[in-house]
């Protein structure tokens, strides 16, 4: 059962790492963004460390290209990875994460 509730505190956004997409993924944001999925892709994305798949760029400081304040520009077609936090992954700092599980 899923008891998260996100506090919009952004922190997982602000975390460096990759966000890796699936083709569906960059087929969603690119449709949402109007526009062609190449294009998308040499706008929004970078090679993975894993060199296998595209992640989403960061801006310098780390934090997610589509972070505008504490709001996701593009919530509604976010990626899988973004989806299943904190299911999946969780970072330091996340709230309502931490409450999830008293023992981190």
Request: hydrophobic share 40%; net charge positive.
């Amino acid at each position: 059962m899923n008891d998260f509730v996100c506090r919009r505190c952004a922190a997982c956004c602000r975390w460096p790492g990759h966000v890796l997409l699936t083709e569906k993924d960059i087929a969603a944001l690119a449709s949402h963004m109007r526009m062609d999925t190449s294009l998308f892709i040499e706008r929004y994305c970078v090679l993975a460390r894993n060199r296998a798949q595209l992640a989403l760029a960061e801006t310098p400081n780390g934090a997610c290209v589509f972070l505008d304040g504490n709001d996701c520009c593009v919530y509604s077609v976010r990626p899988l990875q973004c989806r299943q936090f904190p299911l999946n992954w969780s970072v330091e700092g996340c709230p309502a994460a931490k409450s999830r599980n008293p023992n981190p």
